[in-house]
């Protein structure tokens, strides 16, 4: 049902999980001085559910133009220029109950550094629009230490 909901949001016809089990739903924990840098997603979009902001940091910021997965283009003077903080970011306010849904695969994003005692926890479901995808090994022992 809830798969339903977002492709008539998206206005898309099918929408996959990922193939691997580890990849698809995720709880994001973000303690003081920990944060996201700056990335594009693997999955094709995500959808976020903010469970608890922090008081303080943990900003989501994100920057347009920067990438065309299906035109399969990346711009990299922009990309340079905002790792160089010589490029305006936008910046999503994002409360608890805020529910996100991102084309992180082509919006260049990133969480600044919680600088609170408070956490920011948040629930992102990745999907795409290809089926039976998964995410590398290498990213899966990344981010969850294991491959299974």
């Known amino acids: 049902m809830f798969k339903s909901f977002i492709r008539k949001v998206l206005n898309l016809d099918k929408i996959f999980p990922y193939a691997d089990n580890l990849s698809s739903i995720n709880l994001n924990y973000y303690q003081k001085g920990q944060q996201l840098g700056w990335h594009f997603d693997n999955a094709s979009f995500a959808i976020t559910l903010m469970i608890q902001s922090s008081r303080s940091g943990g900003k989501f910021q994100y920057v347009v133009d920067a990438r065309n997965v299906e035109k399969n283009t990346v711009n990299i003077p922009l990309i340079e220029s905002v790792l160089q903080n010589k490029y305006p970011v936008e910046e999503l306010q994002i409360e608890e109950g805020t529910l996100v849904l ?3 695969r082509n919006y ?6 919680i600088t609170s005692t408070i956490p920011r926890v948040l629930a992102t479901l990745n999907y795409n629009l290809e089926k039976d995808l998964e995410l590398a090994e290498d990213a899966r022992l990344t981010f969850f230490g294991r491959l299974h």
């Not at 260049?108 to 550094?113: D, G, I, W």
């Open 108 to 113: 260049l994003h990133r969480v600044t550094p």
């Open 102 to 104: 991102f084309y992180g």
